[in-house]
């Protein structure tokens, strides 16, 4: 795990596009070896998918930059070079730009992922142990948005400008695709999985709107999908450490027998369908009313997966946690000490980031001011 956390922190902090890539990859390759070891009965399939789809991206990741360097051109402010600064003043002509834009989409739409890249992630979250599932989820999927707001939008803003709608539309497809797949899921690695394709589509979407409360809501919910989300992972880990099976199906009546494990989850529920005070309300209400902004049904068709949102989540709690004990639960247990410090420190941040959230958006505002420049 230390070298997918090295290249974690070298996507997030390179400034030279060749580094950036080399990063990327780096990041990938624990995630391959720790899942194909330690992970579920169809681990090998899986993996497969995952490197499959990873590797194609990354290729068309790799030409893109390649093209890109051989069209920069050394100026005042920057050389020849893969550097970042280079990368944002290179100059392209309408056609290249669409087709390098494309080039570097898929690659980030892959590892977002978004409709229709995303068949990857369901399997692989499923068969991954609990550990490589909190960091795919909680922080390596953010590398896709990630790669769209530090590179993709500054290089190609004329690209941007042509294709939104069609990133858009393919984002708003997918929320409600992964929210209506949601509700009907029997394993709960597969429901949380579904669940933050439809959260993560909505931030693909809002991103394109370049709008700057749209940009400035991206870039708080960033953290806090990454909280709520290891918040359930965490969950849904212990219930299977202890019962062995994460069948909704099979479950029920947990609150009869661990009431605080319970308590925890319907904060982090409630935070997940971004109730009021939680997290997760301040950003999707900024993303929404910057698709609002953009193109009203867009935000017509994006907001029903509040409503399906609210369905899968109360639905997934009333199953697990609620009704009558059987068989297998009547033998749980409540959470031990360090597991109920654990989850309060994933309250305490939901509450407090829902609460006072200001700090997350004097950060950002200076990278947002730069970035919307370049469609003005």
């Not at 589509?201 to 394109?208: K, P, S, V």
Request: aromatic share 16%; charged share 10%; proline share 3%.
């Amino acid at each position: 795990m230390l070298l997918s956390q090295a290249g974690l922190m070298g996507v997030f902090v390179a400034t030279d596009a060749l580094l950036f890539y080399f990063f990327w990859e780096l990041a990938l390759i624990p995630v391959y070896f720790l899942c194909s070891r330690w992970g579920g009965e169809r681990r090998i399939q899986a993996t497969f998918k995952f490197f499959v789809y990873t590797f194609a991206g990354s290729l068309l990741m790799l030409v893109g930059i390649i093209y890109t360097y051989l069209h920069t051109a050394a100026t005042p402010v920057s050389d020849h070079s893969f550097a970042m600064q280079a990368f944002h003043g290179v100059l392209l002509n309408p056609v290249q730009q669409n087709w390098m834009f494309w080039l570097f989409f898929i690659a980030f739409a892959i590892k977002m992922p978004v409709f229709p890249f995303h068949t990857w992630q369901p399997d692989t979250y499923e068969q991954s142990p609990a550990a490589v599932t909190m960091v795919l989820s909680g922080v390596m999927v953010k590398m896709g948005l990630f790669g769209v707001i530090r590179w993709l939008l500054p290089m190609f803003p004329q690209a941007v400008m042509k294709f939104d709608n069609v990133v858009i539309g393919l984002s708003v497809v997918g929320i409600i695709y992964a929210s209506l797949i949601a509700i009907k899921q029997d394993d709960l690695k597969r429901f949380a999985a579904y669940s933050s394709i439809a959260h993560i589509g909505l931030m693909c979407a809002a991103i394109f709107t370049t709008k700057t409360i749209a940009l400035e809501g991206v870039m708080v919910q960033l953290f806090n999908h990454g909280i709520n989300i290891i918040g359930l992972w965490i969950v849904i880990e212990l219930i299977e450490k202890q019962l062995g099976v994460r069948k909704i199906s099979q479950l029920g009546g947990v609150a009869h027998r661990a009431p605080v494990l319970t308590i925890m989850l319907v904060v982090i529920a409630f935070a997940n369908i971004a109730l009021p005070l939680t997290n997760a309300f301040i950003g999707e209400f900024m993303m929404f009313a910057g698709l609002f902004q953009f193109n009203i049904w867009y935000a017509a068709f994006a907001g029903f997966s509040i409503i399906l949102a609210a369905v899968y989540t109360l639905n997934m709690v009333q199953k697990v946690f609620y009704g009558e004990n059987n068989d297998l639960t009547a033998s749980m247990t409540d959470i031990s000490l360090n597991e109920k410090f654990i989850l309060s420190v994933v309250l305490v941040l939901i509450f407090f980031v829902g609460v006072y959230p200001q700090p997350f958006f004097e950060i950002t505002k200076d990278s947002i001011y730069f970035l919307l420049t370049r469609f003005r």
